[in-house]
């Protein structure tokens, strides 16, 4: 396997997409705007979607919906 250079960020986003995440909803905040922008960019080629929601409650109840159906989310 060969090595890859990335940052933090982006190595979250694509541990979540190996660990089975199809769904991301957030609110975009500065201390994580890497892990949307990658997610926002990489989900949609594994079948997932992504979502930036209004305001961070409405992030979470998008979270707890899906959850709820068997979804693997991350917000």
Do not use: D, H
């Amino acid at each position: 396997m060969a090595k890859v250079l990335m940052k933090g960020n982006e190595a979250t986003g694509k541990a979540a997409i190996l660990a089975g995440c199809k769904f991301f909803a957030g609110y975009p905040i500065t201390p994580q705007n890497e892990v949307p922008e990658y997610l926002s960019r990489e989900l949609p080629k594994v079948g997932g979607t992504f979502v930036q929601a209004e305001s961070e409650v409405a992030a979470i109840n998008m979270v707890y919906g899906a959850g709820a159906s068997g979804a693997r989310v991350m917000t």
